[in-house]
C-alpha cells in the first residue's frame, strides 16, 4: 500500500495534521519531513521495530547504526543526554532552533537502538515548525536521517514530490513542506565540554561560541 503526500504550511500547521501524523508514529510508522536543511527520514526513537525498519530504508545495519533526533526544545533535550555543563547549555540556547546537530553523551533514557555502538547521541531542534510540533503532539523524539540523491551533482533530495515518487511504497506519509535545502546542518561535537565540527553545513558555530 502506497504512502500518502501531505501539503503542510510551515508556518500555520493544521492540529489535525500532526495529530494524524503523531499517530502514524505511534503505530510504528515512517515519515518523511522537511526541516531547516534537508527532508528527514523518520521514526518514533522507541520503536525498535520502526528503527529496524528505517534502517533497511536506508541500507544500514540496524545493530550498529547510530541515529540523530529531533527534540522540540532544551528542556527535552535534557532528558536524553548526560551531564550537559552550563557552557554547553549557554551556546545551545542561542544556536538553536537552528543548523546544527549537537553530539552530546547519552543518558540512560535513551534508547540502545539509537545509539547501538557509541554513548554518544546526535541531537536536533531544526528550525522548522513541522518536526517540532510533530515532536511536541508524539510526546518524545523522532530520529532524522538524510535522503540522498543519487544524482553526482545533487547530494540530498530537495523536491517533496520527487522524494514521494521515489519512496511513497516504503514509508507512510511524505509531508511536502516546500522544497528542501541541499546542504545539511553542521554537526558539532560538545561531548567532551569543546565544540568540534565533525560536518561543515549550513550553520556557523562561531557565531554562537
Not at 533535550?77 to 555543563?85: D, E, F, G, P
Not at 540556547?93 to 533514557?109: D, I, N, Y
Not at 503532539?137 to 545533487?154: C, K, V, W
Not at 546542504?183 to 549550513?202: A, H, K, M, N, Q
Request: net charge neutral; with cysteine; charged share 25%.
Amino acid at each position: 500500500m502506497a504512502g500518502e503526500l501531505i501539503k503542510w504550511v510551515p508556518e500555520n500547521p493544521r492540529h489535525s495534521k500532526v495529530e494524524h501524523v503523531a499517530q502514524v508514529l505511534r503505530n510504528g510508522g515512517i515519515v518523511i519531513y522537511p526541516t531547516d536543511t534537508i527532508y528527514g527520514l523518520g521514526c518514533d526513537i522507541f520503536n525498535s521495530k520502526a528503527v529496524e525498519k528505517l534502517s533497511r530504508i536506508k541500507g544500514l545495519n540496524h545493530k550498529k547504526v547510530n541515529l540523530s533526533f529531533i527534540c522540540y526544545d532544551l528542556s527535552d533535550i535534557t532528558k536524553y543526554v548526560s551531564n550537559m555543563s552550563t557552557p554547553v547549555f549557554k551556546v545551545l540556547k542561542k544556536a538553536l532552533p537552528g543548523p546544527f546537530t549537537f553530539v552530546m553523551k547519552a543518558s540512560s533514557r535513551t534508547p540502545r537502538s539509537v545509539h547501538n555502538t557509541k554513548k554518544t547521541i546526535g541531537i536536533r531542534i531544526p528550525d522548522n515548525n513541522i518536526p517540532r510540533e510533530i515532536v511536541k503532539e508524539l510526546g518524545n523524539p523522532i530520529i532524522t536521517t538524510s535522503l540522498r540523491n543519487q544524482d553526482d551533482i545533487l547530494e540530498y533530495l530537495t523536491d517533496p514530490y520527487e522524494i514521494f515518487e521515489i519512496y511513497k511504497n516504503q514509508v507512510d506519509i511524505v509531508i511536502d513542506g516546500g522544497p528542501g535545502k541541499n546542504e545539511p546542518s553542521t554537526v558539532v561535537d560538545c561531548s567532551d565540554e569543546s565544540f568540534t565540527i565533525l560536518r561543515d553545513g549550513i550553520g556557523d558555530i562561531e557565531d554562537y561560541l
